[in-house]
Structure formats: C-alpha cells, structure tokens
C-alpha cells in the first residue's frame, strides 16, 4: 500500500481543485538538511519522491533534482530551492504528486485514498468505514471506525484478515473471526 493525499488546492496547470483522485501524498516537508535548500520529508512515501518527480507544494510547481538519505527519512533537493531559508519557508507543506506522474502499482497495491471511506464488511455484516491506513513497521493496517460499538478496529493487510478490496466499489471483506470478533 502507499499512501494518497488530498489534493492541493490547485487551479491551474489544468489540474481542478477538488479531485482527490488525482493528487497523490509524497509527504510533508520537515527541517532543513544543510545550507543547500534540501529538506527532510516527513511522512514520506518513497515511490514518489525520486530524481525528477515533479511535485506540487504552496501552490507551487518543482522538480525534485536530487534524493538522498533513506526510505524512513529521505532528503530531496528542488530546483530552484536553493538555499535553507527557501526550505525552512516550506516547512510543514504537503509534497503531492500527479496521480499520472505515479509509478504503477502491483495487483495487491493501493493508495490510501483508494481506501479511506471504503465500507468494511463481513459478508453481508457491515463492521465500518476505513478511516485511515497506518503504517506500521511490520505491516500496513486499516483504522476502521466501527459504528456498532464506537471504538477502532486495527485490520492488518494480510491475507489471513483480508478476503478482498474492491476498491473501485469502496467494499473491503475482511474475516473477524480471525481478527477476533465474532
């Protein structure tokens, strides 16, 4: 899974302000990483953060020139950032990307988007809405808001606690007997 954003709010470049659909999340623009204008990217979403990505932040358009660091705390440079004032201006904007500038994903890929407010089920059981994707070291989970009982249900990304994800339909299948629940 990699994570999806809400789109900027954007008007031009023949993008439309409002379509989540076509916005991916690359991350968020963290400290200064030297005197050069390159940055930490917080909440970074690796795939979309390489050398010559064209990324959207404060309503401005870049090219990423140069990444370094690792996938957990990644540093980019932008053309035309630079120097650490310019980075420390952007600190805390949101990095999106065109969702058509994306790199393809596998079968079994997602982006957050495609599932925040998918409806969860068990069959024909309704258990609740897909309020976010958590990364978590050892594997991606599903926060589901539960409307039955009024607390969370953390759902692992495993095949064992997934049946299915239609994600054009919004529905995710899930097992809660193997989660648990019944």
């Known amino acids: ?10 008007t031009a470049a023949g993008s439309t302000a409002g379509d989540p659909s076509g916005w991916l999340r690359a991350g968020r623009v963290g400290r200064p990483h030297g005197l050069d204008g390159s940055f930490y ?7 979309l953060l390489e050398a010559g990505t064209r990324v959207h932040i404060a309503g401005q358009d870049w090219t990423i020139t140069r990444r370094s660091g ?8 932008l053309d035309g950032c630079g120097a650490r004032e310019a980075a420390e201006a952007l600190i805390g904007e949101w990095l999106t990307v ?24 068990d069959g024909e059981r309704r258990v609740g809405t897909v309020r976010r994707l958590l990364g978590l070291p050892s594997v991606d989970v ?24 239609d994600a054009e339909r919004k529905v995710i299948q899930v097992n809660l007997r193997f989660l648990g629940i019944d």
Do not use: F, H, K
């Not at 589901?144 to 990304?157: H, M, T």
């Open 1 to 10: 899974m990699r994570p999806e954003a809400e789109p900027p709010d954007r």
């Open 41 to 47: 990217v917080r909440e970074p979403t690796p795939p």
């Open 70 to 77: 690792d996938d957990r705390r990644p540093i980019v440079s």
């Open 98 to 121: 065109a969702r058509s500038e994306a790199p393809e994903l596998d079968e079994d890929e997602w982006w957050e988007a495609d599932l925040v407010g998918c409806v969860v089920r």
């Open 142 to 165: 599903l926060e589901v808001a539960r409307e039955d009982v009024g607390s969370d249900l953390l759902v692992p990304l495993i095949r064992d606690a997934v049946r299915s994800v």
